[in-house]
Protein backbone atom coordinates (compact mmCIF):
# COMPACT_ATOMS: atom_id res chain seq x y z
CA UNK A 1 0.00 0.00 0.00
CA UNK A 2 2.83 2.88 0.70
CA UNK A 3 5.47 3.82 -0.66
CA UNK A 4 8.83 2.42 -0.08
CA UNK A 5 10.54 5.36 0.83
CA UNK A 6 8.36 8.05 3.58
CA UNK A 7 10.16 10.87 2.66
CA UNK A 8 7.80 10.63 -0.16
CA UNK A 9 4.87 11.25 1.70
CA UNK A 10 5.95 12.89 5.37
CA UNK A 11 8.35 15.77 3.17
CA UNK A 12 6.24 17.64 0.85
CA UNK A 13 6.67 20.96 -1.28
CA UNK A 14 5.14 23.64 -2.30
CA UNK A 15 4.92 27.65 -2.98
CA UNK A 16 3.79 30.15 -1.07
CA UNK A 17 1.61 31.86 -3.84
CA UNK A 18 -0.04 35.24 -4.66
CA UNK A 19 -3.48 34.31 -2.69
CA UNK A 20 -1.50 32.55 0.26
CA UNK A 21 -0.90 36.35 1.03
CA UNK A 22 -1.91 39.85 2.76
CA UNK A 23 -2.02 43.30 1.91
CA UNK A 24 1.72 43.54 2.85
CA UNK A 25 2.28 40.68 0.88
CA UNK A 26 3.48 38.34 3.29
CA UNK A 27 1.66 34.82 3.67
CA UNK A 28 -1.61 35.45 5.90
CA UNK A 29 -2.07 33.79 9.34
CA UNK A 30 -4.93 31.61 8.39
CA UNK A 31 -3.05 29.65 5.39
CA UNK A 32 -0.73 27.84 7.72
CA UNK A 33 -3.54 25.53 9.50
CA UNK A 34 -4.91 25.15 5.74
CA UNK A 35 -1.58 23.66 4.62
CA UNK A 36 -1.99 21.92 7.54
CA UNK A 37 -5.01 20.11 6.18
CA UNK A 38 -3.97 20.04 2.68
CA UNK A 39 -0.14 18.25 3.61
CA UNK A 40 -2.15 15.54 5.53
CA UNK A 41 -4.56 14.85 2.87
CA UNK A 42 -1.81 14.72 0.23
CA UNK A 43 0.48 11.98 3.02
CA UNK A 44 -2.49 10.24 3.14
CA UNK A 45 -3.22 10.10 -0.91
CA UNK A 46 0.80 9.22 -1.88
CA UNK A 47 0.92 6.51 0.72
CA UNK A 48 -2.36 5.04 -0.91
CA UNK A 49 -4.76 5.80 1.48
CA UNK A 50 -8.04 6.73 -1.58
CA UNK A 51 -9.41 9.95 -0.53
CA UNK A 52 -12.83 8.71 -0.40
CA UNK A 53 -12.41 6.27 2.05
CA UNK A 54 -11.78 8.93 5.15
CA UNK A 55 -13.42 12.45 3.18
CA UNK A 56 -17.12 12.73 2.87
CA UNK A 57 -17.91 14.13 -0.98
CA UNK A 58 -20.97 14.06 -2.81
CA UNK A 59 -23.02 10.61 -2.67
CA UNK A 60 -20.54 9.10 0.31
CA UNK A 61 -20.22 9.08 3.58
CA UNK A 62 -17.35 6.83 4.96
CA UNK A 63 -18.35 5.08 8.26
CA UNK A 64 -16.11 6.57 10.06
CA UNK A 65 -15.01 10.24 10.43
CA UNK A 66 -11.56 11.93 11.49
CA UNK A 67 -12.37 15.33 13.16
CA UNK A 68 -9.77 17.91 14.26
CA UNK A 69 -10.29 18.27 17.75
CA UNK A 70 -7.32 20.50 18.47
CA UNK A 71 -5.11 23.08 16.08
CA UNK A 72 -2.53 25.20 16.93
CA UNK A 73 -0.14 27.48 14.78
CA UNK A 74 3.40 29.16 15.38
CA UNK A 75 4.75 31.50 13.09
CA UNK A 76 8.38 32.08 13.18
CA UNK A 77 9.19 34.12 9.88
CA UNK A 78 7.26 35.76 7.28
CA UNK A 79 6.82 34.09 4.13
CA UNK A 80 6.62 35.74 0.67
CA UNK A 81 4.57 35.17 -2.97
CA UNK A 82 7.34 32.52 -4.25
CA UNK A 83 9.03 30.99 -1.43
CA UNK A 84 9.97 27.33 -1.77
CA UNK A 85 8.47 26.11 1.62
CA UNK A 86 8.69 22.22 2.68
CA UNK A 87 6.31 20.63 4.68
CA UNK A 88 7.45 17.68 7.27
CA UNK A 89 5.08 15.67 9.12
CA UNK A 90 5.50 13.74 11.90
CA UNK A 91 2.15 11.83 12.98
CA UNK A 92 1.53 10.29 16.09
CA UNK A 93 -0.90 7.99 17.17
CA UNK A 94 -2.35 8.59 20.75
CA UNK A 95 -4.98 5.84 21.16
CA UNK A 96 -6.88 3.22 19.15
CA UNK A 97 -9.12 5.75 18.46
CA UNK A 98 -7.03 9.10 18.14
CA UNK A 99 -3.91 10.85 16.48
CA UNK A 100 -2.01 13.85 15.95
CA UNK A 101 -0.12 15.41 13.45
CA UNK A 102 2.94 17.58 13.56
CA UNK A 103 3.77 20.38 10.69
CA UNK A 104 7.12 21.74 10.51
CA UNK A 105 7.23 24.57 7.80
CA UNK A 106 10.90 25.50 6.40
CA UNK A 107 11.81 27.64 3.88
CA UNK A 108 15.58 26.52 3.10
CA UNK A 109 17.35 25.81 6.53
CA UNK A 110 14.67 28.22 8.31
CA UNK A 111 12.22 27.10 10.33
CA UNK A 112 9.19 29.61 9.09
CA UNK A 113 6.35 27.55 11.32
CA UNK A 114 4.91 24.84 13.34
CA UNK A 115 1.73 23.23 13.24
CA UNK A 116 -0.29 20.92 15.19
CA UNK A 117 -3.69 19.07 14.36
CA UNK A 118 -5.52 16.08 16.82
CA UNK A 119 -7.95 13.93 15.87
CA UNK A 120 -10.66 11.66 16.68
CA UNK A 121 -12.51 8.60 15.19
CA UNK A 122 -16.23 8.61 15.34
CA UNK A 123 -18.96 6.74 13.98
CA UNK A 124 -20.12 9.02 10.94
CA UNK A 125 -24.19 7.42 12.20
CA UNK A 126 -23.59 7.68 16.30
CA UNK A 127 -21.28 10.74 16.55
CA UNK A 128 -19.50 8.18 19.56
CA UNK A 129 -15.80 7.25 19.58
CA UNK A 130 -14.21 4.39 17.59
CA UNK A 131 -11.56 2.81 16.35
CA UNK A 132 -9.21 4.76 13.57
CA UNK A 133 -10.37 3.39 9.96
CA UNK A 134 -7.19 0.53 9.04
CA UNK A 135 -5.39 2.67 6.25
CA UNK A 136 -4.96 5.25 9.03
CA UNK A 137 -3.82 3.30 11.13
CA UNK A 138 -1.26 1.70 9.13
CA UNK A 139 -0.42 5.32 7.55
CA UNK A 140 0.48 6.04 10.93
CA UNK A 141 2.41 2.89 11.89
CA UNK A 142 4.27 3.33 8.75
CA UNK A 143 5.18 6.97 9.73
CA UNK A 144 7.31 5.91 12.67
CA UNK A 145 10.27 5.14 10.72
CA UNK A 146 10.06 9.36 9.78
CA UNK A 147 11.39 10.79 6.61
Known sequence: MSPSDPVDWLLLCRTVRFGDTDAAGVMHFHQL?????????????????????????????????????HASADYRRPLACGDPLAIELRPLQLDGGSFEIRFRFLHGPEEAGTGL???????????RRTALPASVAQWLEASRTGP
Open 33 to 69: LRWCHEAYEESLERFGVVAGEIFPGPGRTPAVALPIV
Open 117 to 127: TRHVAIETASR
